[in-house]
């Protein structure tokens, strides 16, 4: 089955903690996205990747980080820099930027405490 | 404000029709496109418009774009209770991707 995927569903950290979300696709897609949900918000992007070792900063990096070391994983580092961590994240992939749809995971569900 | 809006919340009998209704400001955008998240899911593509389209219809899926007016309506017939929901609106231009609050549909028996 292709499709991508994110582990796991529910993450609990403390405070000050780094935390690292995971985001497997093998759909051979050559770029990626990380976004945020907040209650009654749109998604937000917070990283994407274009192609393998490129990333760029979306519009709420701070306080994040990511890797494209392989073209199948984009992981999510949310570091203790993130002034509010507890959120919905949604990791998606498309064949490339230009194209029209994204396919997304299933998400992981970030609360801090 | 935002670039991308919609009602938060919209609830309909079941058999009914339901209309999502979506504005946008960026007139360039390439794509429109409405997506679908159930509880706790990611969320899954439902159908999209390109820009030089006016209506697209997709089995109990119609929908309408009035550029001039940058409205995007999504049009469920005959919703049943597996419709509910919370149905994005998203719009694309070049590699940016902007997506509404999102409305919650709620179908009643």
């Known amino acids: 089955d292709g499709g991508i995927t994110q582990s796991p569903k529910y993450l609990f950290r403390k405070e000050g903690q780094n935390v690292t979300l995971s985001c497997e696709q093998n759909?051979?897609?050559?770029?990626m996205y990380w976004y945020r949900q907040d209650p009654g918000q749109g998604l937000r992007l917070i990283y994407y990747s274009q192609i393998v070792n490129d990333f760029q900063k979306g519009d709420i990096a701070e306080g994040y980080s990511v890797s494209r070391e392989k073209k199948e994983s984009f992981p999510l580092t949310v570091t203790s820099a993130q002034k509010n961590p507890t959120a919905f994240y949604l990791c998606?992939?498309?064949?490339?930027?230009?194209?029209?749809?994204?396919?997304f995971g299933p998400g992981t569900r970030l609360t801090v405490t | 404000g935002e670039d991308v809006e919609q009602s938060l919340f919209l609830s309909v009998r079941e058999g009914d029709s339901s209309v999502i209704n979506c504005t946008y400001t960026?007139?360039?955008?390439?794509?429109l496109y409405w997506y679908k998240q159930e509880p706790g899911a990611g969320l899954q593509l439902l159908t999209y418009?390109?820009?030089?389209?006016d209506m697209k219809q997709d089995q109990r899926l119609t929908v309408l774009l009035n550029k001039k007016d940058k409205h995007l309506s999504l049009r469920i017939a005959d919703t049943q209770t597996g419709d509910s929901a919370i149905y994005f609106c998203?719009?694309?231009?070049?590699?940016?991707?902007?997506f509404g609050a999102g409305t919650r549909l709620t179908v009643k028996p």
């Open positions: 960026d007139s360039s955008s390439t794509y």
């Open positions: 418009i390109f820009s030089n389209m």
């Open positions: 759909l051979n897609h050559d770029a």
């Open positions: 998203a719009e694309k231009d070049n590699n940016d991707m902007r």
């Open positions: 998606a992939s498309s064949i490339d930027p230009n194209t029209y749809e994204q396919y």
